[in-house]
């Protein structure tokens, strides 16, 4: 692999001021200018050198043809910076003695490079070094030019991978590299050795973050469409990587490798999300042949799988373009991430509005409701990272079976439509409530965990005060939630009434008062007295 490239192949005036040749000059004005870069030397010494200069030169001069014109060693300084000269490398000695006042203003005036050269110096070792820099400079971008276009053949032809790519850019830049694949949803970084001992303390994600942070972003397009971003991280902000036309094959490069990865991940993507697309609303005719099939995807449907969909748009004022892009593809790898760290296979479709995950497992039930119910949190927390952002989900429970799997999708649905009516977050389908017992394939099962979240803490307490509480209870919607009536009906105080009204609202933390709370309790106060009665 060849050596990092060059700064520029035009070395600046500075990195020019520090070779060898220039030991013993005087850079007296222009101290702002000096990242100029140089294309070549100019050794006009005669009275029409304004007709001679080119952009980017160096004038290197005695003056001796205008030493005796005040006027044009006065328009001298000026002349050049119009011309747009790199700089004066002036040897004042035999001709002039002195750098004349004048000269000297025009360049403080202008910020112009002016170098008072000493008398030792020979203009033709001036011109050997800086000829020898522009041709050293010049070797150095063709062997970058090599290696790119090897790169590119590379890619093209052996197929090279983004990891490998990502180890040529950071080799020819000499620099830290990460790159963003938005199409795949994939990145890789390769990272310096100065750098891997700085970050090796990070995770991921933070590493991730901070290369992003101090790096000069490129965009990966191709004929008006993007394929995601380069970062190439460097402690020198003044770098210009490779210059003429290098940077653009490496930009061409990297999307032809994300396309390829694209059409190879298609061909068995597009069948396996056709199947679960297949699963989740097709008619199921013989649920042996179709596991088969699943395992054949990867998919061991014996297994309790968790379906969570999603939507991911951008707030008001939030960042859009390239930019929300970036956002949402790292928003989606930090979820992945996030679900993976916690033990779940991922299973990933996505569409242009909308994205599901099966989340597999083999771990039982019973010891998933835990992890289900810190989802929420878990996706609160990552969002605090995105405030451009907003997400929409619902998650279904684990179930195991193909029908396990499309009843876990159903849940998901409803889970969804009620988070998109709350306006953001994550929805479990168990916080629904009684939309639970319309939409569940086990009415038993739900029915008896809505009366146990429900009226559990009733149940819980000891058989006197809770069955007064549920006469109470009953009484009250017998009553239609008249007090008086239910006093007299009781043979008790108003007050031990309002009093008994309290402690409900206390133990249940649903309220009689409120319509939702109140059809709440009277419907698992019904189902409670339908479930015993069938069960004696």
Same mark, same amino acid.
């Given at each position: 692999m060849a050596p990092a490239v060059p700064l520029s192949v035009q070395p600046s005036l500075s990195e020019l001021l520090g070779l060898h040749v220039f030991q013993g000059s005087r850079l007296l004005a222009g101290h702002g200018c000096l990242e100029r870069g140089v294309s070549g030397v100019n050794l006009s010494d005669t009275p029409e050198y304004y007709k001679w200069l080119s952009p980017g030169e160096l004038m290197v001069t005695t003056c001796y043809s205008i030493r005796n014109d005040p006027a044009?060693?006065?328009?001298?300084?000026?002349?050049?910076?119009?011309?747009?000269?790199?700089?004066?490398?002036?040897?004042?000695g035999t001709y002039l003695g002195e750098v004349p006042p004048v000269m000297l203003a025009s360049a403080l005036q202008l910020d112009f490079p002016l170098v008072?050269?000493?008398?030792?110096?020979?203009? $033709?070792?001036?011109?050997?070094?800086?000829?020898?820099?522009?041709?050293?400079?010049?070797?150095?971008?063709?062997?970058?030019?090599?290696?790119?276009?090897?790169?590119?053949?590379?890619?093209?032809?052996?197929?090279?991978?983004?990891?490998?790519?990502?180890?040529?850019?950071?080799?020819?830049?000499?620099?830290?590299?990460?790159?963003?694949? $938005?199409?795949?949803?994939?990145?890789?970084?390769?990272?310096?050795?100065?750098? !891997?001992?700085?970050?090796?303390?990070?995770?991921?994600?933070k590493l991730c973050r901070d290369l992003i942070a101090g790096a000069r972003m490129h965009v990966l397009e191709v004929g008006g469409h993007s394929f995601g971003f380069l970062y190439i991280y460097n402690s020198d902000p003044g770098?210009?990587?490779?210059?003429? !036309?290098?940077?653009?094959?490496?930009?061409?490069?990297?999307?032809l490798e994300i396309a390829r990865e694209r059409t190879v991940r298609e061909r068995g993507d597009q069948h396996f999300n056709e199947f679960l697309l297949h699963l989740l609303s097709d008619p199921i005719s013989d649920e042996h042949l179709e596991m088969a099939r699943a395992a054949a995807y990867g998919l061991d449907l014996t297994q309790n799988h968790i379906v969570l969909r999603a939507r991911i748009t951008e707030r008001p004022g939030g960042e859009s373009g390239y930019a929300g892009v970036f956002q949402r593809t790292l928003l989606v790898n930090d979820i992945r991430t996030t679900l993976s760290n916690l033990g779940f296979i991922?299973?990933?479709l996505n569409s242009s509005d909308e994205f599901l995950?099966?989340? $597999?497992?083999?771990?039982?039930?019973?010891?998933? $409701?835990?992890?289900?119910?810190?989802?929420?949190?878990?996706?609160?927390?990552?969002?605090?990272?995105y405030a451009g952002l907003l997400i929409t989900a619902g998650c279904g429970r684990p179930h195991s079976g193909l029908t396990g799997l499309i009843q876990s999708d159903k849940e998901a649905r409803m889970a969804l439509r009620a988070a998109l009516s709350r306006g953001e977050g994550l929805t479990c389908f168990d916080n629904l409530g009684l939309l639970r017992l319309i939409y569940t394939n086990e009415p038993d099962r739900e029915i008896d965990a809505f009366i146990q979240e429900t009226l559990g803490k009733l149940l819980d307490r000891d058989q006197a005060k809770g069955a007064e509480l549920f006469h109470t209870l009953e009484t009250y919607f017998q009553c239609y939630g008249n007090l008086k009536r239910m006093s007299e009906e009781?043979?008790?105080?108003?007050?031990?009434?309002?009093?008994?009204?309290?402690?409900?609202?206390?133990?249940? !933390?649903?309220?009689?008062?409120?319509?939702?709370?109140?059809?709440?309790?009277?419907?698992?106060?019904?189902?409670?007295?339908?479930?015993?009665?069938?069960?004696?």
């Open positions: 044009a060693l006065a328009d001298f300084v000026p002349t050049l910076a119009s011309k747009g000269m790199s700089g004066l490398l002036l040897k004042p008072e050269l000493p008398e030792s110096v020979r203009f $033709s070792d001036i011109t050997k070094a800086i000829s020898d820099e522009l041709i050293r400079r010049q070797t150095a971008l063709l062997r970058s030019t090599l290696t790119v276009n090897e790169m590119l053949t590379r890619t093209i032809v052996e197929g090279a991978n983004l990891d490998e790519i990502a180890h040529m850019v950071s080799d020819l830049t000499g620099s830290s590299v990460l790159i963003l694949d $938005s199409i795949n949803n994939r990145r890789t970084y390769c990272l310096t050795e100065a750098d !891997g001992a700085r970050f090796a303390e990070l995770t991921e994600e770098y210009e990587e490779l210059d003429y !036309g290098i940077m653009a094959q490496v930009l061409q490069t990297i999307p991922l299973y990933f995950m099966v989340m $597999s497992t083999s771990l039982e039930s019973r010891n998933l $409701s835990p992890i289900v119910d810190r989802l929420p949190e878990l996706i609160d927390h990552l969002m605090e990272g009781m043979y008790a105080h108003y007050n031990t009434i309002v009093y008994r009204l309290k402690s409900i609202r206390e133990i249940t !933390g649903l309220d009689v008062h409120q319509p939702t709370q109140r059809f709440q309790l009277e419907l698992a106060l019904r189902l409670y007295r339908l479930t015993r009665w069938d069960k004696h």
